[in-house]
Each structure stands twice: as C-alpha cells, then as structure tokens.
C-alpha cells in the first residue's frame, strides 16, 4: 500500500529557506509510470501546486514559485524533496507531498498527510 | 491563467438529500482537464473524479461529475454523514494548475 509521508522543520525564520522531505513506502520512486510533487494550502489562498519531479530528475514548477522553488528525487533512499529560498510569512502553509496519476504532472492520485509549516521571527 | 469559481459556497443539505456543486473556468479547459477532490477536516484532499467524469480508484458510484468547456458539476447522490466535507476542484491542464476556493457541504 502506498504511502507518503512528509518532515522536516514546522518552524522557519523569514528569508530563510524552507525544507522538506518526502518518505515514499509502497512503491518505488524509479516507477517510470508517476511523478512526485508537492501542494500546499493556505487559508487565504487554498490550494496550490508548487511543483512535481520525475525520477530522472525532470522538474515542472508553478511559474509564480520558480524562482525559489527547487525539487529534487533521491531514488537510494526512496525520497523526494522540496526547498523553497527567501520565505515570508505568505509561505505559512500546510505543505503535501503526492503521486501523480500517471503523466498528468499536476493530478494527483495519492497524497501524504500533510505538515504546517510556519514562517515566524 | 484559468481562473477556477465554485457555487455555492456552502451548501446545506440533510442525509439522504443529493447535492449538486458547480465549477466553472474562466476559459474552456483542454481535454476536459478537471478533477474534483474531497477533504475533510485535519485530512489531505483525496481524488474523486478526473477527466470530468472518470472516477478514481475505489470511489462509489454515488459521486458523478459532468460537464464540458467551461462549466462542470459534481453530484453526490443521497449523502451519507461521511460525504459532509469541502470539494475542490481543480483543472490540471494548464500550468499552473489552479484549484477552485472549495465548496463546504455541511448538515
């Protein structure tokens, strides 16, 4: 049974950088038939796609996220990741890491339970 | 960039009623692009329908969704106490993917 699971830190400073990790049981990110991304959700702004990564590395980002967003696949440990540069306090979210169905990058199939990420001095 | 609206905004049903919840693009979507997610409180969104109107995996029959273009339902035949939760939907055919603000169908 697949599962997903993100960690990392649920406390970062303003201008620094957000990190996250993401733990994949079930199955393997190798799977030629998925990719992997990221989600996360805001009262203000709701939902919104941040990014997905094949596991040749290939990366589709949210254009309005691109310039501090980077996401990166880890096959040895069966892991993907997500930092994203330059925080604000508009980066307070509840971040989710998912399966894609398939090849349709920005669909997704299967997600973890999600972390709260804080950005506060 | 598509632009996703949802209607209402709450919805209050009783169990066993059917409710319809609208989505509508603000350009016609590719392909019929659109998805719809269901989310309960303290939960990730789980995947009810794709491509308009396929069901994911393991979703009861009593979900349906329709439409075409730029305009979309979701119908969730006799609600049971488990389907009181927040539906989003979502196009995913064009960068950046946008989600809809969610439509709460609450008791």
């Known amino acids: 049974q697949l599962q997903l699971q993100e960690s990392g830190p649920g406390l970062v400073k303003p201008s620094e950088t957000l990190s996250l990790t993401c733990t994949v049981s079930?199955?393997?990110?190798?799977?030629?038939?998925?990719?992997w991304g990221w989600i996360r959700q805001t009262p203000g702004e709701g939902l919104e796609w941040i990014g997905s990564?094949?596991?040749?590395?290939?990366?589709y980002y949210n254009p309005s996220l691109k310039s501090r967003v980077t996401i990166s696949v880890d096959t040895s440990k069966n892991q993907f990741s997500l930092t994203l540069n330059s925080v604000t306090a508009a980066d307070t979210a509840f971040y989710y890491c998912?399966?894609?169905?398939?090849?349709?990058?920005?669909?997704?199939?299967?997600w973890g339970q999600g972390t709260l990420v804080t950005v506060s001095s | 960039e598509i632009v996703l609206t949802q209607s209402p905004g709450t919805l209050s049903l009783s169990p066993g009623e059917r409710a319809t919840l609208s989505c509508r693009a603000s350009?016609?979507?590719?392909?019929?692009?659109l998805a719809w997610y269901q989310q309960k409180p303290g939960q990730a969104p789980r995947l009810l329908i794709y491509?308009?109107?396929i069901r994911a995996t393991g979703i009861p029959d009593k979900f349906s969704g329709s439409g075409s273009g730029a305009d979309f339902t979701l119908t969730i035949r006799s609600l049971e106490p488990e389907d009181f939760a927040v539906y989003y939907c979502q196009q995913y055919g064009d960068s950046p993917g946008a989600f809809g603000p969610g439509t709460k169908v609450d008791i």
């Open positions: 491509g308009a109107s």
């Open positions: 990564v094949y596991y040749s590395g290939t990366t």
């Open positions: 998912a399966r894609t169905r398939g090849f349709d990058i920005m669909l997704f199939d299967s």
């Open positions: 079930g199955l393997s990110v190798n799977n030629i038939n998925y990719y």
């Open positions: 350009q016609s979507l590719s392909s019929n692009f």
